[in-house]
């Protein structure tokens, strides 16, 4: 990080990177305004902060393409206490939501393919395949990705990260900084607690060391009261969903949650979920659905079928069927009430704890039922994701709990969040048609 | 190949030592893999049994509950409670080990709810040397599991008692160890070695000292002839994999298994009783299930095939288990460049062992031949 | 009959029986192939009838490969044919490399350094997808000889691109798109791109060591040579005779094993 560095990085992003950006989004949005922009019968057009989405994404990822000149880097977990690291001033990539966006943008196979000619197996987790053939490969949608310089992994979210971390840190030759919490089989016990928090301590402790400077505790407090300010505002955004007809589905949720994720912490991730969240309930005061001719609600269970969100999108809204919820998408609201800004790493120990995937089976079960009735859901789609063993396993009790003692009609849909070689297009079709079905009788 | 004296030893089945075990008026535990404190259910009275898959299983009672992409350890395992195979016991214990063992205690706790009590214990990963983080939890992860101990037997041992268990069991571990490092002088065929290591999982801890023992003895002069390798991997199931390997001209001489070379627990230093059973298992050997990190996992590897003079090694790997696969590559690329030659090869835990496991394991030891 | 044939090499695969005699020089003199009989005992005893008449009555030394070489009872040893393939193909070609070998049931990438020592090797035994299988049952599905597949999927440019990983859906897919019309040809050509790209998979997880080499059955279809070369970025070189590769490497086992008295016995 020279002063040339920091020059070109100012040049790259703040000036030039940022008035593109800008002048970008207001030709989406002058776009956007033009009568005729918006042409499909079934689905409402898209939010109107949507450039802004576009904007802050494409933002980070060009901060990311230089942040090496200017930044320390972390690569961080989604579950991960991001807090202090935003705090300490480094540049935070999720390898997890770059493997979404290359899921998204299918592009994801090839790099699989890449890891797997390196010798990873098939049989793990397709993020982690898409993220080393990433850094195997250099190849990326995002032009460049910053090289870490610190890598955070909290397992909270699945041990899988745990391997997979241990191999970018053999790779990449940095520290790691594990945060191993505890798995709530029922409840979370106060030595759980305890020895989360040691960790985080330790945690800042080695930030600071790499990043050079101490973490400040008004900064901390300040990032982390930012944090559960964007968390609750994203909670009011999904519980807009309750609301009859749904003013957004939960395949606008899959993409909108991107800053929640990788850009806690910020300033202008909290403007934004107050931008959308009032654009939301402007929907709810007209009743305008996100899917036109709402009939059926649906709640999502798992991650998204990344590189299929667009075409189930629109097959469901052709059916008037719309995805009102998602376990996924709501585990960050529910994280709300326990941050505390006064107390920041102590609550962080509870917050990164309590995720849906650090909970037990049946704890996810309540929860489904719980969003059910709030949601007034007619049926629920259990994505079995291959990838994905923490959120799958359970799944076929839930269904036939569902099913047999709340007479809710679930279908459990096999494939994968992000290889689309799992993926067997008629058999999924067939089911969710056959499914539809029983949901019209 | 030196004369195979295993036949001489014996060992008895596990529903004989159960058996026994219940009319002493003991319990015993079924214990899932992978890491778990035996002093501590040994200091109640409990024996602890491990299940390890078993081979051969019938998966469709599982299969009801666990998707197909889930590996056979917990689906054999799920499927032989349901069949009945674990009526005689008196509680499950299902430590934390990975992602799919997490998802066998839930479920099990949650929706299936045995008639047996089911316990859980969660796995500290990371540095067991990093300030004594994991240690002082799992210390506390022990008290808590003391006190579910106490509730189900009624009973109360001291600290003392404990120390005397734990003595017992670092005994059992260090017998471990001299049986590996006189393999080459035992006349034992691979499976017969194996059956006897094994036997930890189910035997109470002075008996395994004694089989050991007993085996031991019958150490000879000359030592075994064979393509040394040593074997890495989660646990040789089916055991025909140790015939087939030695019927090829092998002879595993260094074991990086999860059931046995990766639980050889060192003793202890602590006088605190759960401190000390901490410190046996998260100072055991290099361990992805423990998160250790893919230089401890290389270093060791290279190490155990300076030490035991392996011509290669062999990863028999269950499938779908992520812990393993994720360190392959880049182990199998360090250890390529130090002239150190390896196999995968992947198990469904099926009854036999498949031709083209065999043939895999045969072409292995051609090129060394 | 010849008398310069020295040794014998069986490939008893799961598709076709091989057998080869070379000269003491290691030279392939002689070979017999036949598909593979159900009755493989019997027809074993007739390769040895057949060798016997065209190599004379003395007991040669004889080694077994392939799926079924543990039923070539009076073999003096039995090899894999992992290593039997190496052997014939390093003999032959002069020099190491990456061998694919595309059987009927299997596949094998075999990696072979400058001595002619294996480095690593893989195997896809588990899924017809990758293998010779699955152009046998397209093939069928289609109605053209199987040997005629090759030429069909060269006779076009475009190709229609078929997404299954599975056989059995596959033939679904080329239904569904025969009925709505697509041309055959371009399905061919698109059934040899689905299993090229499968078998470069693997040989790209086992490593590469160039050159590449093709062996087996499925080496003869020109198509699968010229895709798999585009696939890979290199050039597929074919030794002579692509499906004698196994028995070749047996047979040259063979002549380096000391004279036993179990030879004799074979009479």
Request: proline share 5%; charged share 25%.
């Amino acid at each position: 990080m020279s002063a040339l560095g920091s020059l070109r990085y100012h040049l790259n992003v703040s000036l030039l990177g940022n008035a593109y950006l800008r002048l970008d989004r207001m030709k989406l949005d002058r776009q956007m305004r033009q009568p005729g922009f918006w042409k499909d019968e079934h689905l409402s057009p898209p939010l109107r902060v949507s450039p802004w989405l576009k904007e802050l994404i494409t933002r980070h990822y060009l901060k990311g393409r230089h942040a090496n000149d200017r930044f320390k880097v972390a690569w961080v977990t989604s579950g991960g206490p991001v807090e202090f690291l935003t705090a300490l001033g480094y540049y935070v990539l999720y390898p997890e939501n770059h493997g979404a966006m290359c899921g998204i943008r299918r592009v994801s196979e090839d790099l699989c393919g890449h890891a797997e000619a390196a010798g990873y197996s098939r049989d793990i987790c397709s993020y982690a395949r898409t993220d080393i053939g990433s850094v195997l490969s250099g190849k990326t949608p995002a032009g460049r990705l910053p090289k870490p310089d610190l890598l955070l992994c909290c397992t909270n979210i699945c041990q899988t990260v745990l391997y997979w971390y241990q191999v970018l840190a053999h790779h990449f030759r940095v520290p790691l900084i594990l945060i191993d919490t505890p798995f709530v089989y029922s409840e979370a016990r106060d030595h759980d607690v305890a020895y989360v928090k040691k960790q985080l301590e330790h945690g800042v402790e080695v930030a600071e060391k790499t990043a050079g400077r101490s973490l400040g505790h008004k900064e901390l407090k300040e990032t982390t009261l930012r944090s559960k300010d964007a968390v609750e505002l994203w909670k009011r955004i999904i519980e807009t969903g309750r609301h009859r007809p749904s003013p957004i589905t939960a395949f606008d949720e899959f993409i909108h949650m991107a800053p929640i994720v990788e850009m806690r912490g910020e300033p202008f991730t909290v403007d934004y979920y107050a931008a959308m969240l009032d654009e939301l309930e402007e929907r709810v005061a007209h009743d305008v659905g996100a899917v036109r001719n709402e009939k059926k609600r649906l709640l999502w269970d798992n991650l998204p079928i990344w590189y299929r969100v667009r075409q189930f999108s629109t097959l469901f809204a052709k059916q008037g069927v719309s995805l009102v919820a998602s376990t996924y998408t709501n585990a960050w609201g529910e994280l709300a009430e326990h941050i505390d800004p006064e107390r920041p790493i102590e609550s962080a120990a509870k917050v990164y704890m309590y995720p849906i995937l650090n909970r037990g089976t049946g704890d996810k079960l309540r929860t489904i039922r719980r969003m059910v009735k709030e949601y007034q859901a007619d049926g629920v789609i259990l994505h079995s994701d291959r990838s994905c063993k923490p959120y799958s396993v359970g799944q076929m009790d839930q269904r036939r709990r569902l099913t047999d003692e709340l007479h809710v009609p679930a279908l459990l849909l096999e494939a994968d969040h992000n290889d689309p070689r799992c993926f067997s297009e008629e058999q999924a079709l067939n089911r969710l048609g056959a499914f539809m079905e029983v949901l019209e009788g | 190949m030196t004369e195979s004296a295993g036949a001489a030893l014996r060992i008895p089945g596990r529903r004989e030592v159960l058996r026994s075990h219940k009319e002493k008026g003991g319990f015993v535990a079924a214990v899932f893999p992978i890491h778990y404190p035996r002093a501590l259910l040994r200091a109640f009275g409990i024996l602890p049994m491990e299940v390890w898959g078993p081979a051969g299983v019938n998966t469709t009672p599982g299969d009801a509950h666990l998707q197909a992409y889930t590996c056979n350890i917990i689906r054999n395992g799920l499927s032989f409670l349901l069949s009945g195979g674990l009526d005689e016991v008196d509680l499950i214990l299902v430590p934390h080990g990975c992602d799919s063992l997490q998802g066998l205690g839930s479920v099990l706790l949650d929706f299936i709810k045995p008639r047996q009590q089911v316990l859980t214990l969660y796995l500290p990963r990371g540095d067991a040397n990093d300030a004594g983080r994991a240690i002082g939890f799992f210390a506390d992860e022990f008290r808590s599991l003391y006190k579910s101990l106490s509730a189900i037997t009624g009973r109360k041992p001291s600290e003392p008692e404990l120390l005397s268990f734990i003595a017992q069991e670092e005994a059992a571990d260090q017998q471990r160890s001299v049986l590996f490092q006189q393999r080459l002088r035992l006349p034992l065929t691979d499976r017969e070695f194996y059956r006897v290591l094994r036997s930890r999982e189910f035997l109470p801890a002075e008996e395994f000292v004694r089989l050991a023992q007993e085996t031991l003895q019958q150490k000879v002069e000359t030592s075994h002839s064979g393509v040394p390798i040593v074997l890495s991997g989660i646990v040789p199931e089916p055991m025909e994999v140790l015939d087939a390997i030695w019927r090829a001209g092998g002879i595993v001489v260094g074991d990086d298994l999860l059931c046995s070379g990766r639980r050889l627990y060192p003793p202890g230093k602590d006088e605190d009783p759960f401190p000390r059973m901490a410190e046996n298992i998260l100072l055991a050997p290099p361990d992805s299930t423990r998160g250790s990190s893919v230089q401890e996992r290389i270093e060791h590897l290279q190490k155990l095939c300076e030490d035991t003079s392996a011509r290669g090694v062999l990863f028999y790997n269950v499938k779908f288990c992520e812990p393993e696969l994720f360190y392959l590559p880049q182990i199998r690329k360090s250890l390529s460049g130090r002239g150190i030659r390896s196999v995968e090869m992947e198990t469904d835990l099926s009854e036999h062992l498949p031709d083209q496991m065999m043939t895999r394991i045969e072409a292995f030891l051609e090129i060394f031949q | 009959m010849s008398t310069e044939i020295e040794a014998l090499g069986i490939d008893a695969g799961s598709t076709t029986t091989k057998m080869v005699g070379v000269t003491s020089s290691g030279r392939l003199a002689w070979h017999h192939l036949e598909p593979t009989d159900p009755q493989i005992e019997e027809q074993l005893r007739r390769f040895l009838e057949i060798s016997r008449k065209e190599a004379g009555p003395a007991a040669l030394p004889l080694v077994g490969t392939g799926y079924g070489r543990n039923l070539v009872q009076p073999a003096d040893r039995r090899v894999t044919e992992i290593t039997c393939h190496a052997r014939g193909v390093f003999q032959e070609m002069g020099h190491g490399g990456t061998l694919i070998d595309i059987g009927g049931q299997d596949t094998k990438v075999i990696l072979i350094d400058n001595r002619g020592s294996i480095v690593n090797f893989v195997m896809n035994d588990k899924c017809a997808a990758g293998t010779g299988r699955f152009l046998e049952v397209v093939a069928n599905r289609l109605r053209i000889p199987l040997q005629g597949m090759g030429d069909v999927a060269l006779s076009s440019r475009e190709e229609e691109s078929i997404s299954s990983t599975c056989t059995v859906f596959a033939e679904s897919e080329i239904v569904s798109l025969i009925a709505r019309g697509h041309s055959t040809e371009h399905i061919v050509r698109g059934l040899h791109r689905s299993l090229v790209r499968r078998i470069s998979a693997l040989a790209k997880t086992a490593g590469l060591i160039p050159p590449v080499m093709l062996s087996g059955g499925v080496a003869q279809n020109a198509a699968v040579r010229d895709i798999l070369s585009e696939e890979l970025g290199q050039k597929v070189l074919l030794p002579r005779y692509p499906q004698l590769v196994g028995a070749y490497g047996a047979a040259l086992i063979a002549l380096g094993l000391p004279k036993t008295p179990q030879a004799e016995q074979r009479l």
